[in-house]
């Protein structure tokens, strides 16, 4: 069964950096678009990042040029490496397939940007 575990998450001051991690088990990772997303409190889930079979990135304005997704299929793992982070980053991150597979949502991490 395909799980997907994310960590990486924290408490980082505004301007900090974190990378997440996200590792797939139980799967064949490499021939899947992987994304990451994101829950603020009182919003919708929403894609800001991802990665296609062969590296193409795509990214939601919110994050382009702060935000770097990556994956090592031979480690059947995808990164969200974020900088400049701001306030408005706080949510819980999740990866996920794109488009998502319900069975696959995990717990995700938390990643809470304050000062």
């Known amino acids: 069964q395909v799980q997907l575990v994310e960590s990486g998450g924290g408490l980082v001051q505004p301007g900090g950096s974190l990378r997440l991690s996200c590792a797939a088990s139980?799967?064949?990772?490499?021939?899947?678009?992987m994304g990451w997303y994101r829950q603020a409190p009182g919003k919708q889930r929403e894609l800001v990042a991802h990665i296609t079979t062969i590296g193409s990135r795509t990214y939601a304005d919110s994050v382009k040029g702060r935000f770097t997704i990556s994956r090592d299929n031979a480690k059947n793992t995808v990164y969200l490496q974020m900088n400049s982070l701001k306030p408005e980053d706080t949510a819980v991150y999740y990866c996920?397939?794109?488009?998502?597979?319900?069975?696959?949502w995990g717990q995700g991490t938390q990643v809470t940007v304050s000062s």
């Open positions: 996920n397939q794109v488009p998502p597979q319900y069975p696959l």
């Open positions: 139980g799967s064949i990772f490499s021939i899947y678009t």
